[in-house]
Structures are given as C-alpha cells and as structure tokens.
C-alpha cells in the first residue's frame, strides 16, 4: 500500500513562488508514476505534472509550462516528488494534490494522465494566489 504525504502549500502573492513536497512509502514495483492533480473551487480535478520512475518528466499542462517543474528523488523505501511552482496567478489557485500509480501501465497513464487510474492519492494542500 503506497501511501502519501504532502506539505507545503499556502498563500502567495501573484508572481510569486511556492514548493510542493510528497513523500511516498510503500511502492512494490520500479514502474511508478508521480503526478499533481488540482482542483480550483467548482471545477473539476485536472492533471499538472506527471514524472516517471526514471525522472522523464512525461506529462505537463498547457497552463503551466515554463512555470511549473516537477522533479523527484528515488530514495530507499521512499520517493520524494516536488512541484515547483514560479509565476503564480491567480488562476493557480486551487486544492493540489499528490497522486501515484505502479505497474505495467504505469508509463502509459503516466503520459496521458487521468485521475481515475492514479490509485493513490495524497490528503491535498491549497494553494491560494491573491492578485
């Protein structure tokens, strides 16, 4: 059971930055995908950044290239993956969270991410920009 834990959301001002963290236990397969979902207040839950197990950074929204990178560290029994976010706007304001999937499939939802076929997800951790 891969479970998730992410911190370091909270409040910005427009332009500004922020750093997301996940730290994830449990993984049983070296196929794995990290991803960041979000959630804005009446939307639905959209894919921002997916990383494969080997780092090839496989899936980024149109919304945030050139602005926001995920990255990850495969540690022993762990794997940290981190959303850094620059260039904040308002419309970045949202519900973030950490999801995860492993197995065969992984590389494929890893590159066409959807979050019915992520199986673990994290608590979440708002993100708010004022303008």
């Known amino acids: 059971q891969v479970q998730l834990v992410e911190s370091g959301g909270g409040s910005v001002q427009a332009g500004g930055s922020l750093r997301l963290s996940c730290a994830a236990s449990g993984y049983t397969m070296n196929n794995n995908c990290m991803a960041w979902f979000r959630q804005a207040p009446g939307k639905g839950r959209e894919a921002v950044a997916t990383i494969y197990t080997d780092g090839e950074r496989l899936y980024g929204a149109d919304s945030v290239k050139g602005r926001f990178t995920i990255s990850r560290d495969n540690a022993e029994n762990m794997v940290y993956s981190y959303l850094q976010m620059n260039s904040l706007k308002s419309e970045d304001t949202a519900m973030y969270h950490c999801?995860?999937?492993?197995?065969?499939?992984?590389?494929?939802?890893?590159?066409?991410?959807?979050?019915?076929?992520?199986?673990?997800w994290g608590q979440g951790t708002q993100v708010t920009v004022s303008s």
């Open positions: 999801a995860a999937l492993e197995g065969p499939r992984a590389y494929f939802h890893c590159t066409y991410p959807r979050d019915q076929y992520f199986t673990y």
